[in-house]
């Protein structure tokens, strides 16, 4: 008989569990990055480099989440990357001298499919696929007049994101990421921080987020488009999941 109880107990717990886990959530998320760049683009494979201006971003998502097998969650996400430098001649005997200036602005939208292959309450991790919807333009100006160089694409990539937590305190830390490494492009989109949750009930979760964020774009004649640009800082944001 107490095997009997300890058993249906057992079961009880693991049921609960996988519950949780498997409930229907949507997650609305925003944040602000303090970014900092630094990178070159140009023509062709002979690059520019150019001393960026940090700027503040916003960064912008929605997820929702169900316990339907086989059938993905879904999550979009929007992102801005833009910025100002200025090109300096060093071969010049006046330092600092600007000779041309460049303007930077993409804007990507990220459709991301994906499986929530472990979640326990302490642990999780999730594996999928983005579209990520990229467009923008690179602009140079000097003397000669200004050249515009535009990118319209989108570009699958691979999807993962893990978080843990610790029982007890409200915080967890996480990661999250898209990766793309093929022929000469490469693109990488990820984020390492810290949650704390400001408001958990029945009804609604409150997180507050810390962390740092990196972007880094090597593309290789993508629509006429050479850039190798590192994008990078800290940001701040909050997640409310219903």
Known sequence: MKKTAALISSLMLLTSTTAAADAIGVYVGAQGWDMAAEGSHGDN?????????????????????????????????H????????????????????VEGSEVDFTYTDYTLYYELFDNGLFSFDFGLTAKDFEG??????????DEDSVEEIIPMLYASAQVAFPGTGLSVFAEG??????DHTLADYQLGVSYALLDNMLVDVNLQAGYRVVDLELDD???????????GAFAGVEVHF
């Open 45 to 77: 494979n002979d690059l520019i480099e150019y001393n960026f201006k940090d700027e503040s971003q916003g960064r912008f998502y929605i997820a929702f989440e169900h316990p339907v097998p086989f059938i993905p969650n879904i999550k979009i996400a």
């Open 178 to 183: 898209n990766f793309l490494s093929i022929d």
């Open 222 to 232: 993508l629509d006429d488009v050479y850039a190798d640009l590192e994008f990078d």
């Open 137 to 146: 333009e690179l602009l140079t100006s000097d003397t000669m007049g200004l």
């Open 79 to 98: 992102s801005e990357l833009m910025t100002k430098g200025l090109e300096v001649d060093t071969n010049n005997e006046f330092a600092n001298l600007v």
